[in-house]
């Protein structure tokens, strides 16, 4: 690791960590989704949102603190696009999450409950993570793995997409069901995106 002279300000582990922290409260609800009928579905939402609103304060808190931190543990960029990237999971989930609400969609297809395991897999994964960006140690099982379900999350995705074109569901369904399963997946990018973003970091720190 590269020795360094100069102290580092430390208070931004901590930001990302209660940055994951948060996914992980979002991964919950979207699996609390699941199993909630019509009427249970905007109250979720509602603590959805609140939980994506905790996610934007916890990116501007990072923000704020890189802007006035004259020493910063590793590359500015790479904590501005780790602190952006995390948020983006945030912000996919819970549009995801108010689309269903808007849309009233009855009933989701078979495969979304697999798409929202492997967001909670991943999700937990992440926030196992975070605390280890202090040392760098123990990461490279996290970001092989999270790649690994990023590939699995495209391969439920194509599955989905064939689902839904099979003719069974009338073109107004298709629509929103397709823009539901459609953001999930960009949720899935999101976090292979922080995984990529904690690699970099971590072969730089090398």
């Not at 609390?32 to 603590?47: H, M």
């Not at 959805?48 to 603190?65: L, N, S, V």
Request: glycine share 2%; hydrophobic share 45%; net charge negative.
């Amino acid at each position: 690791m590269r020795f360094r002279l100069t102290p580092r300000e430390t208070s931004f582990y901590d930001m990302f960590a209660a940055s994951a922290d948060n996914i992980v409260t979002g991964s919950k609800l979207l699996m609390e989704l699941l199993g909630a009928d019509a009427s249970a579905r905007a109250e979720i939402a509602e603590r959805m949102r609140a939980a994506e609103h905790a996610g934007d304060d916890a990116t501007h808190a990072i923000f704020h603190q890189l802007n006035s931190s004259f020493i910063t543990p590793f590359d500015r960029e790479d904590i501005y696009s780790l602190a952006s990237s995390l948020d983006d999971i945030m912000d996919f989930m819970e549009e995801a999450v108010d689309l269903v609400v808007l849309y009233n969609v009855e009933e989701l297809p078979k495969g979304v409950d697999q798409q929202i395991e492997v967001l909670a897999r991943a999700a937990e994964l992440t926030a196992e993570a975070m605390p280890h960006l202090r040392t760098m140690d123990n990461l490279t099982e996290y970001w092989i793995e999270v790649n690994r379900l990023e590939n699995q999350a495209d391969q439920i995705h194509r599955k989905l997409l064939a689902h839904l074109f099979n003719g069974k569901y009338d073109a107004m369904e298709v629509l929103k069901l397709k823009q539901i399963v459609d953001v999930l997946e960009e949720a899935a990018d999101a976090f292979e995106h922080v995984a990529n973003t904690v690699e970099t970091i971590a072969v730089k720190e090398s």
